[in-house]
T-cell receptor
Framework: GAVVSQHPSWVICKSGTSVKIECRSLDFQATTMFWYRQFPKQSLMLMATSNEGSKATYEQGVEKDKFLINHASLTLSTLTVTSAHPEDSSFYIC???????????FGPGTRLTVT | DAKTTQPPSMDCAEGRAANLPCNHSTISGNEYVYWYRQIHSQGPQYIIHGLKNNETNEMASLIITEDRKSSTLILPHATLRDTAVYYCIARSLVQSSASKIIFGSGTRLSIRP
């Protein structure tokens, strides 16, 4: 099946710094990608829809100026957590719909720890 | 997308069939039933989906009731590697071929040796 990768798999940063997370579709093109956040023992929460060549669509309650999304190519979307704080520590997961439109392929996730 | 209801947790003995129920009483005619699972600290993995007929693949079987108000995911011979959170999702493909997935709380399945 199709593969979605994320980089880095884990990152530790200091409070106040910014962190960029990459999401790549390795063997297919994705005009749309989705970003999720997951806190321990909770379900995945959709943060935003990343659209190639246009602005991302954010879910209610997600600060677009804090979570910057760029979808510059058909295989890459990036999520930048700006001025990170300890409460931003979480597991961030991206996904992309497959060409068959029936499935979505999820990345392995990025664990962010802000100290 | 229709709301789905799943038990928060279940357990099953290794080697036995694991039957995970899901209620979706408000499902509409164009909504598929999807199952994903998430093993600890990994991204979700697609398992199976169906509209109204029962479906089977190499991972699992999906049994959908005739009125489509509920379904059951069956893992025929559960192994320790099947320990995960299982999500049942009702999703329409008519709205958009790239429609977002909204996850519920899922069922935490524990397989005991």
């Amino acid at each position: 099946g199709a593969v979605v990768s994320q980089h880095p798999s884990w990152v530790i940063c200091k409070s106040g710094t910014s962190v960029k997370i990459e999401c790549r579709s390795l063997d297919f093109q994705a005009t749309t990608m989705f970003w999720y956040r997951q806190f321990p023992k909770q379900s995945l929460m959709l943060m935003a829809t990343s659209n190639e060549g246009s602005k991302a669509t954010y879910e209610q309650g997600v600060e677009k100026d804090k979570f910057l999304i760029n979808h510059a190519s058909l295989t890459l979307s990036t999520l930048t957590v700006t001025s990170a704080h300890p409460e931003d520590s979480s597991f961030y997961i991206c996904s992309a719909p497959g060409t068959g439109h029936y499935e979505q392929y999820f990345g392995p996730g990025t664990r962010l720890t802000v100290t | 997308d229709a709301k789905t209801t799943q038990p928060p947790s279940m357990d099953c003995a290794e080697g036995r069939a694991a039957n995970l129920p899901c209620n979706h009483s408000t499902i509409s005619g164009n909504e598929y039933v999807y199952w994903y699972r998430q093993i600890h600290s990994q991204g979700p993995q697609y398992i199976i989906h169906g509209l109204k007929n029962n479906e089977t693949n190499e991972m699992a079987s999906l049994i959908i009731t005739e009125d489509r108000k509920s379904s059951t995911l069956i893992l025929p011979h559960a192994t320790l590697r099947d320990t995960a959170v299982y999500y049942c999702i009702a999703r329409s493909l008519v709205q958009s071929s790239a429609s977002k997935i909204i996850f519920g709380s899922g069922t935490r399945l524990s397989i005991r040796p």
